[in-house]
């Protein structure tokens, strides 16, 4: 099966250099821009736009809580009404950058704390769902793959969203599919050859397994590689030699 590989990218804010995007860049398919709540701001978002679209990838907003000192990494509280302005209000920004740039966003793809519960509260999902449909329909939204995509695709078609499944290739996986917690020890796989040996069995075997050894058979359409990471490049060639 054809697995495309995304990675959370125009992180660098201010003076903040973070990432290397630059590099990166060319070995990815799908770059998931921040949107100025949990990192990036107008001028980086805009060379970001420019640096997917001159390489000809697909854009993906990146939207969060509004939380630049904790990275989004937080779960902040919020009405529903709140997430759904939040997320347009991001989109919208993203989606000004593109139209300059003669491209648009093809995707949605929530960060951090706000994809954590978006995945756990259906009422989240929902709101986020409404938002990327009142602005275009054509945009699609990226949640993690689980068990429980039968169930998300049928909500999202009631929105007229698409959805796209995501695997996360360096985090472990509960035995009910869903994300170790960061704040257990083995939240993420640090040795990248296991890392591509469960990538090969995934795209041969259509499995992973979990933290105890149990198979997880996911629908995967994409993987994310974080652009962070000290060896985040050389990682991202890996990765994308597996999944070609």
Same mark, same amino acid.
């Given at each position: #099966?054809? %697995?495309?590989?995304?990675?959370?990218?125009?992180? @660098? !804010?201010? %003076?903040?250099?973070?990432?290397? &995007?630059?590099? =990166? %860049?060319?070995?990815? *398919?799908?770059?998931?821009?921040?949107?100025? !709540?949990?990192? @990036? &701001?107008?001028?980086?978002?805009?060379?970001?736009?420019? $640096?997917?679209?001159?390489?000809?990838?697909? =854009?993906?907003?990146?939207?969060?809580?509004? *939380?630049?000192?904790?990275?989004?990494?937080?779960?902040?509280?919020? @009405?529903?009404?709140?997430? #759904?302005?939040?997320?347009?209000?991001?989109?919208?920004?993203?989606?000004?950058?593109?139209?300059?740039?003669?491209?648009?966003?093809?995707?949605?793809?929530?960060?951090?704390?706000?994809?954590?519960?978006?995945?756990?509260?259906?009422?989240?999902?929902?709101?986020?769902?409404?938002?990327?449909?009142?602005? *275009?329909?054509?945009?699609?939204?990226?949640?993690? @793959?689980?068990?429980?995509?039968?169930?998300?695709?049928? %909500?999202?078609?009631?929105?007229?969203?698409?959805?796209? !499944?995501?695997?996360?290739?360096?985090?472990?996986?509960? &035995?009910?599919?869903?994300?170790?917690?960061?704040?257990?020890?083995?939240?993420?796989?640090?040795? *990248?050859? &296991?890392?591509?040996?469960?990538?090969?069995?995934?795209?041969?075997?259509?499995?992973? $397994?979990?933290?105890?050894?149990?198979?997880? !058979?996911?629908?995967?359409?994409?993987?994310?590689?974080?652009?962070?990471?000290?060896?985040? $490049?050389?990682?991202?060639?890996?990765?994308?030699?597996?999944?070609?």
């Amino acid at each position: #099966m054809k %697995i495309y590989l995304n990675c959370d990218m125009g992180e @660098s !804010f201010g %003076i903040y250099k973070m990432g290397k &995007d630059e590099e =990166i %860049i060319p070995y990815v *398919d799908m770059a998931n821009l921040a949107c100025g !709540f949990h990192a @990036s &701001d107008s001028l980086n978002m805009h060379r970001s736009v420019k $640096l997917a679209h001159d390489h000809g990838k697909l =854009i993906g907003a990146h939207p969060s809580y509004q *939380d630049l000192v904790g990275f989004g990494r937080r779960s902040i509280p919020c @009405s529903l009404e709140e997430i #759904m302005a939040k997320v347009l209000y991001q989109l919208g920004a993203l989606s000004a950058f593109c139209k300059i740039h003669k491209t648009n966003v093809s995707y949605v793809k929530p960060h951090g704390a706000l994809y954590n519960d978006m995945m756990k509260d259906e009422n989240i999902f929902k709101a986020i769902l409404k938002a990327v449909s009142s602005y *275009d329909k054509n945009i699609k939204l990226m949640v993690l @793959s689980s068990n429980q995509n039968d169930m998300y695709k049928h %909500i999202a078609k009631s929105y007229g969203i698409e959805l796209i !499944f995501e695997l996360f290739a360096d985090r472990n996986y509960t &035995d009910d599919g869903f994300l170790v917690a960061r704040s257990k020890e083995n939240a993420v796989i640090h040795d *990248d050859l &296991d890392v591509l040996d469960r990538l090969e069995n995934l795209k041969n075997h259509g499995y992973i $397994l979990s933290e105890n050894g149990n198979k997880l !058979f996911l629908h995967v359409d994409t993987v994310c590689v974080h652009g962070d990471n000290e060896n985040a $490049l050389e990682f991202a060639k890996l990765v994308r030699r597996v999944l070609l």
